[in-house]
């Protein structure tokens, strides 16, 4: 004999395993659109890539008990065309601009993220940026990280309406060397000059 | 109703507890997490994430990756944070980490706790998010903090319990 609570009982159970089995589906089915459209392999222009370095000295950036901390910061241009990323089960994409570099002992290595951006729709996945900041100020673990030479890339993580998180990277990249920040008395006359072409 | 029925009603019950527990415990050593499967509690990666959203965790990973969401705990507070790896800087032994969360408009320092600067990926990283299934956790939020949703529910079970006894 059937009761109502366990005739409720077999609808709720059938309809978790229908909708597991479809959210299966849609996450497989999402890699293999992504594969077809060439995602893992997407080109990328990075160009005039120039970083700026300063000295920091607040825990904001990176300063621990107001000792001088290096940082810096980049300017960049930028054309990747992300629309592949953008299938049915893309909630949102993001990208991120990172830079990869040695460290200072045997075997250390360091990656820091300098901009990123959300896109959530596939109008706004076609990136044409010019003169771009970065967004970040960077600084590393050691006090200084000058003269490193870093791999500039672009990468992508896509986050899904539902299943697995997908990640990977455009194919172009450019190498940079992390400048020395101007000394104390080079600062200051960058910043007279500054507001000397202010006023005028 | 006789005693036995009820003894056997007991035993379905603890039977039910048990293979949960089991279930969350193994799935503990598979992802080699303390708490393989989150639920979101703040807003801090919209629009990725939002409060409800379940999301399962792997913690195999040797080291992190730049663009990683991860879940850490601050000197083991009860409370996770979900946030993306922003930075990572790594040599043979361990791995430091700088978190951000994707709506916020700074990074995590004023997160970690007091005079710490970076994230220990060995120590701190409860793991790293690889699935995601959006709202259902919101049941889990609704009975933590709406107390007539907790009653209700609990109501709802034990008059459940009498009437199935009955049959």
Not at chain 1, 162 to 182: M, Q, Y
Not at chain 1, 190 to 197: I, L, P, T, Y
Request: hydrophobic residues 35%; proline residues 4%.
């Amino acid at each position: 004999m059937f009761s109502i609570v366990q005739r409720g009982q077999h609808v709720l159970n059938h309809a978790v395993t229908l909708i597991g089995i479809l959210s299966v589906f849609i996450a497989l089915s999402s890699y293999a659109l992504l594969q077809q459209g060439g995602a893992f392999n997407l080109p990328s222009t990075i160009s005039g890539v120039s970083p700026q370095a300063t000295v920091r000295m607040s825990r904001r950036f990176g300063s621990v008990g107001s000792k001088e901390k290096e940082n810096n910061k980049l300017t960049f241009d930028l054309q990747a065309d992300l629309t592949p990323l953008f299938n049915w089960n893309t909630k949102q994409i993001f990208v991120y601009l990172t830079a990869e570099y040695p460290g200072k002992s045997e075997g250390s290595s360091n990656k820091v993220t300098y901009w990123d951006k959300i896109i959530t729709s596939k109008d706004n996945a076609n990136l044409t940026l010019q003169n771009e900041k970065s967004k970040y100020s960077v600084w590393d673990v050691e006090d200084t990280f000058r003269n490193r030479e870093a791999t500039v890339k672009l990468e992508w993580d896509i986050q899904p309406y539902v299943g697995i998180l997908i990640s990977g990277e455009t194919t172009g990249e450019v190498d940079v060397v992390f400048p020395t920040p101007p000394t104390g008395e080079e600062a200051r006359a960058e910043k007279m000059k500054k507001r000397q072409q202010k006023q005028h | 109703m006789n005693l036995r029925q009820q003894l056997q009603q007991l035993l379905t019950l603890l039977y039910v507890g048990t293979s949960a527990y089991m279930f969350w415990k193994g799935l503990s050593v598979v992802t080699n997490s303390s708490s393989p499967i989150v639920v979101v509690l703040s807003g801090s990666m919209e629009p990725a994430f939002h409060r409800g959203d379940v999301l399962l965790l792997w913690n195999r990973n040797e080291r992190s990756r730049v663009g990683d969401v991860v879940v850490y705990e601050v000197n083991q507070k009860a409370i996770p944070i979900v946030h993306r790896v922003l930075r990572e800087h790594h040599n043979d032994k361990k791995q430091l980490l700088l978190t951000k969360g994707d709506n916020n408009p700074v990074d995590d320092l004023g997160l970690y706790a007091r005079g710490q600067n970076y994230l220990n990926k060995d120590k701190d990283i409860v793991g790293t998010v690889y699935g995601y299934f959006p709202f259902v956790g919101y049941v889990t939020i609704l009975i933590t903090e709406n107390q007539y949703f907790k009653y209700g529910l609990l109501g709802l079970i034990a008059l459940s319990s009498l009437i199935s006894g009955e049959e």
